[in-house]
Each structure stands twice: as structure tokens, then as C-alpha cells.
């Protein structure tokens, strides 16, 4: 009976081991692997990628560069980007203007791929307002004046020097040491000028000639205010007041010079001092005969000035 049993149990092996598909050779193989001889696959699923459309007779732009436009859904995808290629430009409509001294500049440049039309703007030249030999007007108790002309536009009119002054404020103090130029040390502090003239000057600017020295920002960097209360690192709005006051025959001139320093061309060197520049303050007149004009500092100010120039606005 117990030879049946094992009998059935070893015919019960043998099937299970067929099953498997294992022999008692591949079992027994000393340290062998099976392995088998059909390679893996693996599926992949077919890409969607959208390829953007562009319409490439069209250039569209900015300042800097151009590019086709999409045609897909996609409107912000751009083809063909590229920086432009400029060149210069003039037709009927875009003539080039030469620099004044007062008024900028133009020029034009146009891409050669895109056509986009570049207006660049040149600065001002400024005014460089030089005496007129033997012109020198010297009388007792008057300010010594002289004609002058720019030497750019022929503008004339007539300037003194600014320490040529006949009052003073009784606190006046120059801040300047050296004597060159006058830079009033306190608010309220005036100087006091009287010129005569054979001839009315109806129209003429007021401009100064001088430098600036900086005050240093929070950052230790140039602080650029200019010539109103308050002003720093941009122009002046039309509410602040300004940091001194020029009256002609007792007639307040309104200052309308709303540029920091860096823009009246005023840069700082390396001492913090910038160079000497012509700057324009507002319009007045002059009548014939005697002409008092005061110059006064009302608040904290740091214009170093050697000379006054009215200017005929016409010319």
C-alpha cells in the first residue's frame, strides 16, 4: 500500500515540473540562470507635439527686434526672431534735424530686413555765450556789463559777472573761497544788481553760468536735484517751489528749468564737482535806463554761478 502512495505522489511531481516547462536538466545546471530567448518589447505612444504656424510675409516688431507672427492658436509663439539691422534713413516724411542750442536733434534708422523706422533723438548743443570785444559798460554805482553772441547760433544779449553785485543781504556770506564764483551760504542771503541800458530789451532769457557741487545720497551716490525744493532724481513737478528767486525791476521771473543737474549737463567728476554749464532759468524784460535785478537763495542750494546773461529769446 505505501508503494502506491509514493508512486502516485512521484507521478504528481513529474507533472507539475512539465508544467512549468522546466526539465531536470535546466534544474540541475551548476549556478546557470535561466533565460529565455524571446526579446522584450515595449510600446510607445505616438507623439502630439504641435508644430506652431507662421506667416512669413509678415514682419511684426519692436525697438529691438522683429519676427514672423503665428498663424495657430498660439499667438504669442514668434518665428524667425532676430535682432534689426539698421541703416540710415531719410525720405519726405523723416528728414534729419542737426542739433540746436536749444532744441534736440533728429536722425533716422531703418531695418533692412523688417523696414521698422527708428527716430533717434541727439541732445541740445546748449548755448556757449562769449564777450563781445570792447563792449565793456562801466558806470558809478552800476554793474559792469557786456554784449555777447553765442558762438553756435548768434544768439546776442548782454551778461555780467556774477560777483559784480552792488547789495548784499546784511548776512551775506560767498561760500566759494576762492572768490571765482558765488554760491550764497544761507536761506535769505540776496545779491543786488543794477545795470543801464540805452535800449529796451523786451524779451530776453535768463541764463547762468556755472557748476554744481553734489550732495551724496543715502547710497553715497550723486544726489541729482536741481534748481527746485524737494527735487532728486527726477524732474520737478509743477507744485515744488524753487530754491532761489530772481525778481527784475521788483517782477518775480518764474524758473521753468525743471531738469536735475545731470540733465542740465552738469556731470560729476571724480571730486563730486561737475564742469561748468550754461543753464537757461525763465524769461524776463529789461527796460531802457536802470535795470535793478536781485538774485536770492530760499532754500538748500548748491549752484556755484560766475556769470549772468540776458539773452534776446527771439534771436
Known sequence: MKKKIFSLIAVAAALVLAGCGETQ?????????????????????????????????????????HWHPATCEHTTAKGSVADHDFEDFTDA?????????????????KCKVCNYIKEILTPALGHSFEQVANTTV?????????????????????????LKYVATSDSFGNKDKTGATLKMSTNGNYVDYKINLTEAMPNVRIWMHGWV????????????RGFFIGQSGAEASETD????????????????????????????GENGNSAFAFVPVGNTALKAGENTIRYAR??????????????NAAA
Not at 556789463?145 to 548782454?158: E, H, L, M, P
Request: proline share 4%; net charge negative.
Open 25 to 65: 536538466s535546466d534544474a540541475s545546471s551548476a549556478g546557470a540562470t535561466p533565460t529565455s530567448s524571446k526579446k522584450a518589447t515595449s510600446s510607445k505612444i505616438p507623439s502630439s507635439k504641435h508644430e506652431h504656424t507662421f506667416n512669413e510675409a509678415i514682419w511684426d516688431h519692436n525697438e529691438t527686434q
Open 138 to 162: 562801466t558806470a558809478e554805482g552800476m554793474t559792469e556789463w557786456y554784449q555777447v553772441k553765442c558762438s553756435r547760433n548768434d544768439a546776442t544779449g548782454i551778461g555780467f559777472s556774477a
Open 213 to 224: 557741487d553734489y550732495w551724496k545720497d543715502n547710497n553715497n551716490n550723486n544726489d541729482q
Open 241 to 268: 517751489n524753487p530754491n532761489f528767486t530772481f525778481t527784475v525791476n521788483d517782477e518775480n521771473v518764474t524758473i521753468d528749468n525743471r531738469k536735475t543737474y545731470e540733465g542740465m549737463g552738469m556731470v560729476a
Open 93 to 109: 516724411t523723416h528728414v534729419p534735424v542737426a542739433a540746436g542750442c536749444e532744441t534736440p536733434g533728429k536722425t533716422y534708422k
Open 298 to 311: 530760499t532754500g538748500s542750494y548748491n549752484l556755484n554761478i560766475d556769470a549772468i546773461y540776458f539773452i
